[in-house]
């Protein structure tokens, strides 16, 4: 059975950076489409990032376009997501999920579309 394991999670102030990892084992992040989404205390769990099971398609909510940039590193077999002036609205849990695709356009916005999760890293931005 495959894992992801999320890593990179911290404290940081208004404004700063991070960057969080899925790390995968027993499964590839290519041929899988991968997401990225969050949960803060009282809240649902909501999409953030998303790529598709090949190439390099993009996508983001709106609440981080422009802020946090996803990828996929077949080398590390990994899935970054750089996460640039952070704001305490950031506050989170992050999962990254992961489904089995071969497309290179299709994204999946819903929890429910995916069959993988990871354990969550927990970031937060102080005012």
């Known amino acids: 059975q495959g894992q992801l394991v999320e890593s990179g999670g911290g404290l940081v102030q208004a404004g700063g950076s991070l960057r969080l990892s899925c790390e995968a084992s027993?499964?590839?992040?290519?041929?899988?489409?991968m997401g990225w989404f969050r949960q803060a205390p009282g809240k649902d769990r909501e999409f953030v990032a998303a790529?598709?099971?090949?190439?390099?398609?993009?996508y983001y909510a709106d609440s981080v376009k422009g802020r946090f940039t996803i990828s996929r590193d077949n080398a590390k077999n990994a899935v970054p997501l750089q996460m640039n002036f952070l704001k305490p609205e950031d506050t989170a849990v992050y999962y990254c999920?992961?489904?089995?695709?071969?497309?290179?356009?299709?994204?999946?916005?819903?929890?429910?579309?995916?069959?993988?999760w990871g354990q969550g890293t927990q970031v937060t931005v102080s005012s």
């Open positions: 027993g499964r590839t992040v290519s041929g899988h489409a």
């Open positions: 999920a992961a489904r089995r695709s071969l497309s290179r356009n299709a994204y999946y916005m819903a929890v429910q579309d995916y069959d993988y």
């Open positions: 790529i598709p099971g090949f190439g390099d398609l993009t």
